[in-house]
């Protein structure tokens, strides 16, 4: 079979969780060739991969989002029909559109991408909608702010979509809408696997964001839901790593009879003989992350500082790219700040060799979705101190059916008096550390081994098949 697996700002460009999940992921079904199809941000990236592409991956296609906000030329003159006025006019107050009209028009038809943002009917609808909603916001700011967000979404609607038997896309999102995309031009089914739920990450981002303007801030999140319900609703299976993540989609519209939830699974022989550490005067905690503002290394800095005033023998690892430069810059300018030793940056690392030197490691994220650091950690027999987002409670803690016991302490996202005082517990009681670390060892040996994983994924496209031929 001929897979089309859909990334949006990871795999192959940057490592991390989901890159990695997806590298192995393709690399453990020699049986199928995998097209990737990468949305990327800028194409300076462009070529600029990060893995050795599996031998059964037999095409690459690279598309850049900026690549739309720089298109040049005059467009050609078209004369919109009135329906599909009405779907470009649903399309731009963020409603329902018929995606299927626009997909003829902009893939099938191959109408320009700026066609409609230079035309007059797409004038009428923007000055109708900011009178209705945004009367008291300057029009060149609403102007620009539209065309900066639709500009894209026409743009990958125009693009050449490569040939497969199925698209599966990693996210809703861009990468939602190509899947679909996909189906409609080759007449094949899709599903969509998220291991956060992108379009809440894009929330919480965007409210927090400076970039926005803040009269913006709901049509943006708006926008994302839309394209949200377009990945869902025409989608033949969509899975989700936490029940709890399920009950998120279901709620934001999908049917309850596509969802379905598969755990992650790692390479559990890679990390179960790892030794425990040396006899040491330090108490070593590492962090494997992204150095970026989604982790929140921060909140673990100060949190850090914190503990050490209790347990001056403690000593934070952090291990990870610098996804985000001007990030890494202020977490490495806090430490100066707070004038705390032993913290120590050490870039990326070989997790398998490294892992043995941490007594305990840290994850402060603000959102996450079934992190593979944790997996791997307690694969390890370490112990993990987590924020409550994502499935790490329940990784922590176990499911109904595992009595296996806590395997590390679970904190509220952001609050570094909470993470402070669990990196002090932790620290201060190794044999319940010791114990921890066993209870998260035979959890993952039980509920979260990758072949168990490829398995249910390999059933769940049986299954898309089944239900698209049905």
Known sequence: ????????????????????????????????????????????????????????????????????????????????????????????????????????MYSQDRIDPISFLMSEEFLDILINLCEDEYPYTAFSDFFHTVRSMFLPVLYLLSMEAPKADLFHSIATGYGGLLARLGSYKYTVPYMITEHGIYTREREEEIIRAKWVIPAFKKLWVKFFYMLSECAYSKASMVTSLYSDARKIQIEMGCDPDKCVFIGNGIHYERFKDIPMKEPSEHIDMGAVLRIAPIKDVKTMIYAFAGAKERVPNARLFIAGPEDDKQYAKECYDLVDLLEVDDVYFMGPINVVKHLGDFDFTILSSVSEGMPLSVLESFAAGRPCVTTDVGSCKELLAGSPEDDFGMAGICVPPMDIPELTNALIQMCLKPEARYQMGIAGRNRVAKFFLHDDMIRKYQNVYDEVFKRWQG
């Open 1 to 104: 079979m001929r897979i089309c697996v859909i990334l949006e700002g990871c795999y192959p460009y940057v490592t991390g969780g989901v890159s990695t999940w997806i590298h192995q992921y393709m690399s453990a079904m020699p049986q199928h060739e995998f097209v990737i199809w990468a949305i990327g941000a800028d194409a300076s990236m462009k070529g600029k991969y990060k893995y050795t592409l599996p031998e059964n991956v037999v095409e690459i296609h690279e598309v850049f989002l900026n690549d739309a906000l720089t298109q040049k030329g005059i467009p050609k003159r078209y004369k919109f029909s009135k329906q599909e006025i009405a779907t470009l006019r649903a399309f731009v107050n963020c409603a329902s559109p018929d995606w299927d009209l626009l997909f003829k």
